[in-house]
């Protein structure tokens, strides 16, 4: 079956397909470690996903979780710069709607060169400004650092911000090409604020050191490699009409063939039923698997 066919089968129309990553832009991805999508999301959806935000920030839950630790999940009355929440397309409905938009699956699935995408997490980003130091500011890191019970280097992740996002507002940012340096294995300062700390570290090994900010307009999303180096910047914005900064980056995304996951994992569908899914070795969090969802998207399928 031709690809066209396949993507129309996905839900995706001769629109959005047009607007899939190009063998050029793949090949881009895979020297720098990120890609820019131009203007893939709708903004209506993108409204829906602020408003539900704001919803889940009260603790309004459309599906509780069965378990309330082993993952993050930033509550009313907790005292921490930044809002993260995890694994909110397992408890709020229009923000899994949102995750699972086919689109967002078969851009990843291009830039992945895969035939199928796994949802593997989501975290809702909350960003206030903090003018005064930098404790808004997301430590540099490698997500597959955090992800060592994956087997595959071809995770990526789409970050997705909710508004226009320039560099004042704390964009992601990825260091271009860091995707394919070495010895980034331990590279876990998720929580390391002050990211002249990890540049010295990086500066002593003699790495080259250039900074990419994510600046997008609503309704783009960029993609990186799990193994590129990023970060974000803090939130210096303080102005009346956008006192607030809402940044979401919604997909981490597993690349098939089975196998690519190590472990026992209990996979909680949105019927809160389980079921086994046999691995090698320990997960602690919930992880979901959305085939039928509307996330999977084949690129050669038969």
Known sequence: MADTEVLLKQGLTPEQIALLPSEEDVLFYETHGWFQTPEVIPHDWIDRAVEAMHHYHTGARDWPM????GFTDWQPGNKTAVRNNE???LQNKVLREFALQPMIGA???RLARSQEIRLLD???VFKPPTPADH???VGWHADAAYWSTCSSNRL????IPFHDCDVELGPLVAIDRS???RGTENARHFNQTDLSIYEAELAREQKEIVKIPMTLRKGQVSFHHCWTIHGSYPNWEISRDRPWHYISRMVIITIVPFGMLRGILCIFLMNRSAVSYPMESRISVILGRF???GLSCGLSRS
Request: proline content about 4%; aromatic content about 12%; hydrophobic content about 50%.
């Open 122 to 124: 989501d975290q809702l």
């Open 291 to 293: 085939l039928q969802s």
């Open 66 to 69: 069965p378990m309330t630790s």
């Open 107 to 109: 851009i990843a699935a």
């Open 87 to 89: 694994f909110v397309s």
């Open 135 to 137: 404790h808004s500011a």
């Open 179 to 181: 995707n394919h340096w």
């Open 156 to 159: 990526l992740t789409a970050w």
